[in-house]
């Protein structure tokens, strides 16, 4: 997709994306994530406001990230803590952090918001060239599903109560397996249009480009607690690899 912008989505949402992410499982994640780790130091690409990096690091890990939204980045270094974590912005399909790590992390469909297959790719490839040898690469996203879409158009209620309503509209390309969507945020404040394209790929799509950067799925649960992934799954937590060389 030409003149793509990685810092657009952090532009948009930046001031509000801690609220529009308060029901996510959190404390499962951690929980996983350190035990994954090992002891060993943490990347997490696109760390944003510091969801999950934050309480990894009060956990005793060393955590570094890479984002490619300042405004992203501020938030996260307004809260307690948030200025000791070495954070460098840019594409995390591109842009190198100093040093070697245990674990490479990549959530809550972050992976998508890269424009192209191409640009997936290489971020599995820069994953691989931080990780120490044995080092493991996290991701978690979405299972694709187009039986959700009528006429490739979709509108979805995300959330509803007194205060607030969250409302999806997407459009499906699917010969660029590639979702338009656009998030409609309504509150006593007002009404925020929160856009969020997605280049969506399938979970044996994703083992495959792990294998062009050396590494291979060591596990796929249905989320952060581990649950068998299976044919009606709608999400996964995937654990690459990197092989010993």
Request: proline share 7%; hydrophobic share 45%.
């Amino acid at each position: 997709m030409g003149g793509f912008d990685a810092s657009a989505y952090g532009r948009a949402i930046a001031d509000v994306y801690d609220e529009m992410v308060e029901h996510l499982p959190t404390g499962p994640a951690v929980e996983r994530v350190v035990r994954l780790a090992e002891g060993g130091p943490i990347l997490e690409f696109g760390i944003g406001t510091g969801r999950l990096a934050l309480p990894l690091a009060a956990r005793g890990l060393a955590v570094s990230g890479i984002d490619a939204s300042p405004d992203m980045v501020a938030v996260l270094r307004g809260k307690p803590g948030g200025d000791r974590i070495p954070v460098t912005i840019g594409d995390f399909s591109e842009v190198r952090a100093e040093g070697r790590f245990a674990l490479v992390l990549l959530a809550f469909n972050t992976v998508f918001a890269l424009p192209s297959q191409d640009a997936q790719v290489r971020c599995f490839h820069n994953a691989a060239a931080h990780l120490r040898p044995g080092g493991r690469f996290v991701i978690e996203a979405w299972v694709p599903d187009p039986t959700a879409f009528h006429d490739r158009t979709s509108l979805r209620l995300l959330s509803l109560s007194d205060d607030e309503v969250v409302v999806e509209a997407a459009r499906l390309s699917p010969a660029e397996q590639f979702m338009h969507t656009t998030r409609l945020r309504m509150t006593p404040d007002g009404l925020r249009l929160l856009p969020a394209n997605h280049r969506y790929a399938w979970p044996c799509e994703l083992d495959l480009m792990a294998r062009l950067a050396g590494m291979r799925r060591e596990h796929r649960w249905a989320d952060w607690s581990g649950a068998p992934f299976t044919d009606d799954s709608r999400a996964h937590v995937s654990v690459y690899r990197l092989l010993e060389s």
